[in-house]
């Protein structure tokens, strides 16, 4: 029987990350308690109406918002849980969180970048715990700018800890949708929820006006029984809620990284740089009807992809996925200020760091440790070759985190279809290197390689194939050309 758990563990070991808890750790934890917040010294923001959204399974709850409308604008303040107050730098914990710098999301088993009684629980804006919060603070105008921001520390309490496919259906008003309990009856958490709604889709308005790049895209996970044994596939797909969350926080680690720069201190920054492999891009659009410049452009390539996604819904995620390959991937990179850096090509926006999930991204904690100097005007913590170093550890855990959670994926993917063998399916072709080509099917969302040779493909072909084989121990999922 497949032990898909058992799988996810060996996984991480085989990619170099810790499992276990260090000893010396594991007693830094031991000793770990709740600060005296009568005598934090900060403002106290805990009457507030803050709520959270997040996955409907989420433990380590990292920011909550709340929303005030004023004249001109809605000023939104997103507090994050202060994660730097209990892992402190150089500590063991610090250490232990550095060696993985994420925490990996295998859709069977979370491994936590922090322990578990940090992450989902002292460090955690769990709904009703009093918690030490750094928060964002700006005014959004009702054009989209943010005209005013700021960065300070506060106690906080989260009100409602809400998910997204409620609220997701209660603001789209789905017929039959049930209303969150927490919402019935208050009034005042509706309106939050409208504020914030509305100020985040004044975001994105004038961050895609910019060139920011509109995907459809669909993440598989697993459903498995408590021994770990795969009973379904489901896909998930954005929605209201989820977009309503990464607009805030795009704007939120903006302002981070303004903040930073503005104190005179280095920063790590998130980018995606001009992509390498434009050329395919515009034949690819060239196929569609596109006719897109010579040069990369994100205005016109984002104007591409509206026009696709009204005209041509059906196959607008399969267009998504060949984009996004395209493009290339994200990684972290160390920024003095005053100094030129790339941006973030498919955001389209210049300055952005991670800053906003602390218990699961170290990156983001090194951002917390900046801007807590920046607020009592000290000098930064690390040298700039410190992190540059860390912003390059950052990225290739990273993509051991992604590969380790793409292996599970796939290895219960091919346990769902060991029975569809000689199956024939539409797919589309979503990887090309040295090693053979990678296509993806549609129902369910799965990615296998393609036997044979492929000189003749290239990523964004749609194809006929057929499935020829799996391994569900080692997650291979292979396919058979019929027809391109």
């Not at 209990?86 to 999301?105: I, K, M, P």
């Not at 922090?114 to 919060?133: C, F, I, M, Q, V």
């Not at 992809?305 to 005209?311: H, V, W």
């Not at 860390?390 to 793409?406: H, I, P, W």
């Amino acid at each position: 029987m497949l032990n898909l758990r058992a799988i996810a563990r060996q996984a991480m070991l085989d990619r170099g990350f810790i499992v276990s808890l260090p000893e010396a750790a594991q007693h830094e934890l031991n000793n770990a308690a709740e600060p005296r917040f009568d005598s934090a010294g900060i403002r106290d923001l805990t009457s507030w109406l803050w709520s959270s959204i997040d996955n409907d399974d989420s433990r380590d709850l990292d920011q909550i918002e709340f929303a005030a409308k004023e004249t001109g604008g809605t000023r939104i303040y997103i507090g994050v849980a202060d994660v730097d107050w209990f892992v402190r730098a150089n500590s063991a914990l610090d250490d232990a969180a550095q060696h993985n710098t994420t925490s990996v999301y295998t859709g069977v088993q979370t491994f936590p970048m922090l322990p578990e009684r940090l992450s989902t629980d002292l460090s955690s804006l769990n709904e009703g715990e009093k918690r030490l919060a750094v928060v964002t603070e700006m005014l959004i105008a009702d054009d989209g700018r943010v005209t005013e921001s700021t960065m300070y520390s506060a106690i906080v309490q989260n009100k409602a800890q809400l998910t997204y496919d409620a609220v997701a259906a209660w603001l789209d008003e789905e017929p039959g949708a049930k209303t969150p309990q927490r919402l019935l009856g208050n009034g005042d958490l509706q309106v939050q929820l409208k504020m914030q709604d509305a100020a985040a889709h004044l975001l994105r308005e004038r961050r895609h006006e910019a060139g920011a790049l509109t995907f459809q895209t669909t993440e598989l996970r697993p459903v498995v029984t408590p021994d770990g044994t795969v009973v379904d596939l489901q896909a998930h797909v954005h929605n209201r809620a989820t977009r309503l969350i990464e607009d805030l926080m795009i704007a939120a680690n903006e302002v981070n990284a303004g903040f930073l720069e503005q104190h005179g201190l280095p920063s790590i920054r998130r980018v995606v740089k001009t992509p390498a492999r434009w050329d395919r891009i515009r034949a690819l659009a060239a196929l569609m009807g596109g006719n897109l410049p010579e040069e990369p452009d994100a205005v016109s390539l984002e104007a591409f992809l509206q026009q696709q996604q009204r005209t041509n819904p059906a196959h607008f995620a399969e267009l998504s996925l060949s984009v996004i390959k395209l493009l290339g991937r994200g990684e972290y990179m160390m920024k003095v200020p005053g100094e030129e850096a790339p941006g973030h090509f498919g955001l389209a926006v210049q300055n952005y760091s991670h800053s906003t999930a602390p218990n699961r991204r170290y990156a983001d904690l090194l951002a917390q440790r900046l801007v807590k100097a920046a607020q009592v005007r000290t000098n930064s913590p690390y040298s700039v070759d410190e992190l540059s170093a860390l912003a390059t550890r950052c990225t290739q855990k990273e993509d051991d985190a992604n590969k380790v959670e793409r292996l599970v994926k796939k290895c219960a993917a091919a346990a769902m279809l060991r029975s569809h063998i000689g199956q024939q399916y539409e797919a589309v072709v979503s990887g090309i290197n040295a090693d053979g080509a990678w296509v993806r099917i549609t129902h369910p969302p799965v990615e296998g390689k393609l036997e044979g040779a492929a000189k003749h493909l290239d990523v964004g072909h749609r194809v006929h194939v057929r499935l020829v084989s799996v391994n569900p121990e080692r997650g291979f999922i292979d396919f058979a050309l019929i027809s391109s």
